[in-house]
Nanobody
Framework: QVQLVESGGDLVQTGGSLGLSCKAS????????MGWYRQAPGKQRELVAL???????TYTDSVKGRFTISGNNAKNTVNLQMNDLKPEDTAVYYC??????????????WGQGTQVTVSS
């Protein structure tokens, strides 16, 4: 089991910047992916960005060019730098971990969520 602890959610104005951090602990696979999903009120949870231990990353189209994900394999942390924030970025952001070597139940974990609110 992997535990995830997030930090960094806040209230910011449109055009502002914010950084989110997540630290994983527990039975962490050497080959994994970590990243962020978000869920706005009344909407489904959606992928924001993911990065693997190999360094490859993926972003949802709406954040490309504004958000940057980075990971530290030695520290088991992942960060999301969010720039030029827009009101539509308002959501609860969830840290996510996936053991790429396994598809068994329990091979992924979720953080408790951190609120990001962008005021117009």
């Amino acid at each position: 089991q992997v535990q995830l602890v997030e930090s960094g959610g806040d209230l910011v104005q449109t055009g502002g910047s914010l950084g989110l951090s997540c630290k994983a602990s527990g039975s962490i696979s050497t080959i994994n992916a970590m990243g962020w999903y978000r869920q706005a009120p009344g909407k489904q949870r959606e992928l924001v960005a993911l990065i693997s231990t190999s360094g490859s990353s993926t972003y949802t189209d709406s954040v490309k060019g504004r958000f940057t994900i980075s990971g530290n394999n030695a520290k088991n942390t992942v960060n999301l730098q969010m720039n030029d924030l827009k009101p539509e970025d308002t959501a609860v952001y969830y840290c996510y971990y996936k053991n790429i070597l396994s598809d068994r139940p329990g091979s992924d974990s979720w953080g408790q969520g951190t609120q990001v609110t962008v005021s117009s």
